[in-house]
Every structure is written in C-alpha cells, then in structure tokens.
C-alpha cells in the first residue's frame, strides 16, 4: 500500500493557522458544577421566552406551512426584513433592502472580512476587542492595527493619530454599546469623531451591536450609522430572544449589501427559514416583545449591582473595576501588578471560580492584570460568593510568588 500523508498535511494554510477561541476552552473547565462561572458571554437563559418560542414556532408552520421548512431567499425573509429596517435604531431611513439576515452576528463579521479584506489589507479594530470577532477578522489574514478601548470607547483621537501617520485601514470594527469585553460605551463626541475620520479616510466601520437593548443606566446613544454611511451595523435576537435562534442582520451601504450576499449564499445559502419565521412571530407582536425586553435589564441591574457589592466587600481597595451602564460585562484590574490573571485561573478554577483573564481580548496592548467578569448567568448569592472565591485565589498566588 502507498504511503499516506498524515491529515495535518492536507489543512490548508488558513486552517494550520487559526487558533481556537480561548473562550470556548477554559469554558470547558468552567462548566464544573462547583464553579461559579463568571466566565461565559452567554446571555441568562432564565429570560428566554420559551413558552413563546414554542407558539411563535407552531404559529409559523400553521400561517405559511410548508415554506417555513423550505429552502428560502439568502437575503432573509421578507418580512422580517421589513421588520429589521423599521427597527434599525439610525437617525435616518434604512430601506429593506439594506437588509441582510444571517446566521448570528458571528457570520456577519465573517461575511464582512471575505467581501472587504484581502490577507495584507490594514484594518483597525478595538483593544481589547471582542474574541470572537478578532477570530473571524484573523482568518482573513488582515493586518490588524489594534486602538485602545476606554471608558469612552474606542480612543477615535489616538486612531486619528494614527491615520495621519499614514494607517490607511479599510475597516474599522467596533464594539460601541457596553462593550465586549470591558463593559465601556462609546460617547456621542467619540461616535460622531469616528464618522468623520471614516469619510475623510475612506475606511468603513462594522457597528457590531448586540448589547444595545441591555441598558439599566444612563442615556442611550445614536447608532454610529446616524453620522454616516460608511457603516455596516450588526444586531442579534441573540441577547434579547435567544442565541439558539441564530438570527441576527446587516444593514450596509448598498454595493457591499450585494457582495454580502453573494459571499453569503457560498457560505449557507440562506439563514434558517424556520427560526427566521419564528423570530418574525415574536417580534411583530409589538406589545409582548416590549414587555419582554424590560424584564431584561433589571435582570441584569441586580446582578452586576451584587457583583460590584460582593467585589468591593472582599477586595477593598485591591481590584478597580468600572460600573457598566448596560450588558453582561464588568471589567477589572488587579492593584497588585506582581499576580498575572492568567496565572490567576488555574487557582481561580480550584477555588470554584472562573473568569476570562484580559489577555485572551488583547490584540497590541498587554492586559496581564485584568480580568472579565460575567454577571449575566450567576444569581445575585453566588456573585457574592464568587467574588470571595477570586479575593482568596488572589490572596493564594500573591502568597506563592512571594514565598
Ligand atoms: C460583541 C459581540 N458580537 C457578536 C457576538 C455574537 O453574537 P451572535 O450570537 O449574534 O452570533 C457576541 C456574542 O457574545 C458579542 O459579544
């Protein structure tokens, strides 16, 4: 019998190169039924409306039948898409036809960098940044520039900094409505900055927001797209129906819309019909849809309030940390620069803990003392005990380096 080449040889160059999320690793050891997980981005699915999904979806195959299972229009279905343009949340009109539906906001930065990025093409996105699209944009083989992320926003003066230095990206992705992962929101000064560097520079910038509805506090701000056209705006059912849904669309100017869809129909041919048709049940009944999105903030309000008392209570002074106005996310760092958060989760994961280390969202700056801590899945006890959990690991591995 011939020789046969081991399988490593055959992956492609793309394929040998991509690294797993990092997430989806430590979310392994994470699922342990002792830890506390303050680690997953996953929304709490106590607030998926299970019952009405399981209507809206028996609703759909009775009003349309078979054509809710059958093979459909890769720009989504009509209605829907009708829907979504009504629903941008821009300054501006969006017409239907802007539309695209695809399978989660993860295939629509996908989609973006096949039409937009040849391997080379610069492109600037937030740091720290969102993994999961630094892992869509990567595959493309872009060169990333990445700008710093503060409680601002993305830092549109030190972009601009950049891009009259000569930095010509042709995208711009970002994170603007408390961010992924550092809890952060753009300000309207930084979003309309944005806008004017991408039309003076030519670049165009993903809005990638699916954590808008999620606001407890403060005032909500003017999608990026309300100051100019050079956006492609991504949103999800992900955070405020379900994830398992994977509905989510695009709204881009129209040229880029039509590659979209082109790139897409190679990729999956169309988002399902079925849970598009389900979606569009759930959403068009105005009055059950609005009820539904207020049970979600509180929701989140008390846990991130019990994660903050819990993390004051156990570190005092030890760990700063920032106060989201929305979303799943508090982002801290460590006073003790000696106590590597990566080095931190192996002890946090021993003391029945889990949370991302800051590294794993870095794309230029080093991050070795912050940590992304989840409130989203926890119940308001178990915050408060997980925070103790991390004080005690911190006080273990600072007790080691010193011994
Ligand atoms: C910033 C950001 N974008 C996109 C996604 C993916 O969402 P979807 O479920 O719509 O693919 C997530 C999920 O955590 C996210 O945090």
Same mark, same amino acid.
């Given at each position: 019998m011939a020789d046969t080449a081991p399988y490593e040889t055959l992956l492609s160059h793309r394929a040998r190169t991509a690294t797993s999320s990092v997430i989806r690793d430590l979310l392994r050891h994470a699922n342990r039924p002792e830890v506390i997980s303050l680690a997953g981005?996953?929304?709490?699915?106590?607030?998926?409306?299970?019952?009405?999904?399981?209507?809206?979806?028996?609703?759909?195959?009775?009003?349309?039948?078979?054509?809710?299972?059958?093979?459909?229009?890769?720009?989504?279905?009509?209605?829907?898409?009708?829907?979504?343009?009504?629903d941008a949340s821009?300054?501006?009109?969006? $017409?239907?036809?802007?539309?695209?539906?695809?399978?989660?906001?993860?295939?629509?930065?996908?989609?973006?960098?096949?039409?937009?990025?040849?391997?080379?093409?610069?492109?600037?996105?937030?740091?720290?940044?969102?993994?999961?699209?630094?892992?869509?944009?990567?595959? $493309?083989?872009?060169?990333?520039?990445?700008?710093?992320?503060?409680?601002?926003?993305?830092?549109? $003066?030190?972009?601009?900094?950049?891009?009259?230095?000569?930095?010509?990206?042709?995208?711009?992705?970002?994170?603007?409505?408390?961010?992924?992962?550092?809890?952060?929101?753009?300000?309207?000064?930084?979003?309309?900055?944005?806008?004017?560097?991408?039309?003076?520079?030519?670049?165009?910038?993903?809005e990638d927001d699916p954590y808008d509805a999620l606001r407890f506090a403060g005032e909500a701000q003017p999608s990026i797209a309300t100051f100019t056209e050079r956006v492609i705006r991504i949103r999800t059912v992900s955070k405020t129906l379900a994830p398992g849904l994977r509905v989510a669309w695009m709204i881009s100017p129209q040229p880029i819309h039509d590659a979209l869809v082109i790139a897409k129909q190679a990729v999956d041919l169309h988002t399902s019909t079925y849970t598009q048709h389900t979606a569009l049940r759930l959403l068009r009944d105005r009055q059950w849809y609005a009820e539904h999105e207020k049970t979600l903030s509180p929701w989140y309000l008390e846990r991130r309030d019990a994660l903050s008392a819990g993390l004051h209570e156990a570190f005092g002074d030890d760990l700063e940390f920032n106060t989201p106005e929305g979303g799943m996310f508090l982002w801290a760092q460590l006073k003790n620069s000696m106590v590597d958060t990566t080095a931190l989760l192996d002890v946090a994961l021993e003391n029945g803990v889990a949370f991302v280390p800051g590294a794993a969202f870095a794309v230029e700056r080093k991050l070795p003392n912050h940590l992304r801590l989840s409130f989203a899945t926890a119940s308001p006890p178990e915050l408060h005990e997980a925070a103790h959990r991390l004080q005690a690991a911190v006080r273990r591995l600072a007790a080691d380096i010193q011994d």
């Open positions: 981005g996953i929304p709490a699915p106590a607030l998926f409306p299970l019952e009405r999904i399981g209507r809206a979806s028996e609703v759909a195959l009775q009003e349309v039948g078979a054509t809710a299972a059958q093979y459909g229009l890769t720009e989504g279905v009509e209605e829907l898409r009708e829907l979504f343009a009504a821009v300054d501006r009109p969006v $017409h239907p036809g802007q539309i695209l539906v695809t399978t989660g906001s993860q295939q629509a930065i996908d989609l973006v960098g096949r039409v937009l990025v040849d391997p080379g093409d610069q492109i600037v996105v937030d740091d720290p940044a969102y993994l999961g699209a630094l892992q869509a944009l990567r595959g $493309h083989g872009p060169d990333i520039t990445g700008i710093s992320v503060d409680d601002k926003g993305l830092d549109t $003066h030190e972009l601009e900094t950049k891009l009259r230095a000569g930095l010509r990206p042709k995208l711009a992705y970002t994170n603007p409505n408390f961010q992924n992962p550092t809890g952060a929101t753009m300000s309207r000064q930084r979003r309309e900055h944005l806008a004017r560097l991408a039309n003076e520079f030519g670049f165009v910038i993903i």
